[in-house]
């Protein structure tokens, strides 16, 4: 391959790289979650809407696990990403039984998109 060839296909991928957040890229990842979160209500997991900043465990009708009603955490930015990377991890005894995402431009994506949810 020639050099400068090589050269465009490592500028091309530092966007990817980079972990700039990126909604439109999150709402692709989301497709993960629908499994059990639907936009705006409650199914298998809580309503979504809001979450970003909201208290763990807060969100008025559903029933969640003791474990994440006493975590006391609220979901800023960090806490949603080490959430995402493993619930059980995070919060041990939760009842989300998700393996987590591994790919952190992934999460990052995810939590942008979660933040478009208003
Ligand atoms: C297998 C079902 C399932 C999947 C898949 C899933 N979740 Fe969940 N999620 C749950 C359940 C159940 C809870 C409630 C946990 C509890 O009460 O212990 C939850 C809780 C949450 C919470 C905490 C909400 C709150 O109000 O405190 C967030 C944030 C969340 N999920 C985000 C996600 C995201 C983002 C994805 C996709 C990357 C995802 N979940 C995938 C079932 C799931």
Redesign the pocket.
Same mark, same amino acid.
């Given at each position: 391959m020639h050099r400068w060839a090589l050269a465009a296909l490592i500028v091309a991928g530092l966007p990817n790289a980079s972990f700039a957040q990126d909604a439109e890229a999150g709402k692709t @990842? #989301?497709h993960?979650?629908q /499994?059990?979160?639907q936009i705006g209500k409650d199914a /298998?997991?809580?309503n &979504?809407v809001g /979450?970003v900043g909201?208290k763990?465990?807060?969100?008025g009708t559903y029933n969640?696990?003791n474990? /994440?009603k006493n975590s006391g955490i609220t !979901?800023d930015d960090a806490n949603?990403d080490s !959430? &995402?990377q493993g619930p059980s991890k995070k919060i041990p005894g939760?009842?989300?039984? #998700?393996p987590g &995402?591994k790919d952190a431009t992934d999460r990052a994506n @995810?939590i942008a998109y979660?933040k478009t949810l208003k």
């Amino acid at each position: 391959m020639h050099r400068w060839a090589l050269a465009a296909l490592i500028v091309a991928g530092l966007p990817n790289a980079s972990f700039a957040q990126d909604a439109e890229a999150g709402k692709t @990842v #989301f497709h993960k979650c629908q /499994v059990c979160h639907q936009i705006g209500k409650d199914a /298998v997991g809580p309503n &979504l809407v809001g /979450v970003v900043g909201r208290k763990a465990g807060t969100e008025g009708t559903y029933n969640y696990s003791n474990a /994440v009603k006493n975590s006391g955490i609220t !979901w800023d930015d960090a806490n949603l990403d080490s !959430w &995402l990377q493993g619930p059980s991890k995070k919060i041990p005894g939760t009842k989300m039984l #998700f393996p987590g &995402l591994k790919d952190a431009t992934d999460r990052a994506n @995810v939590i942008a998109y979660l933040k478009t949810l208003k």
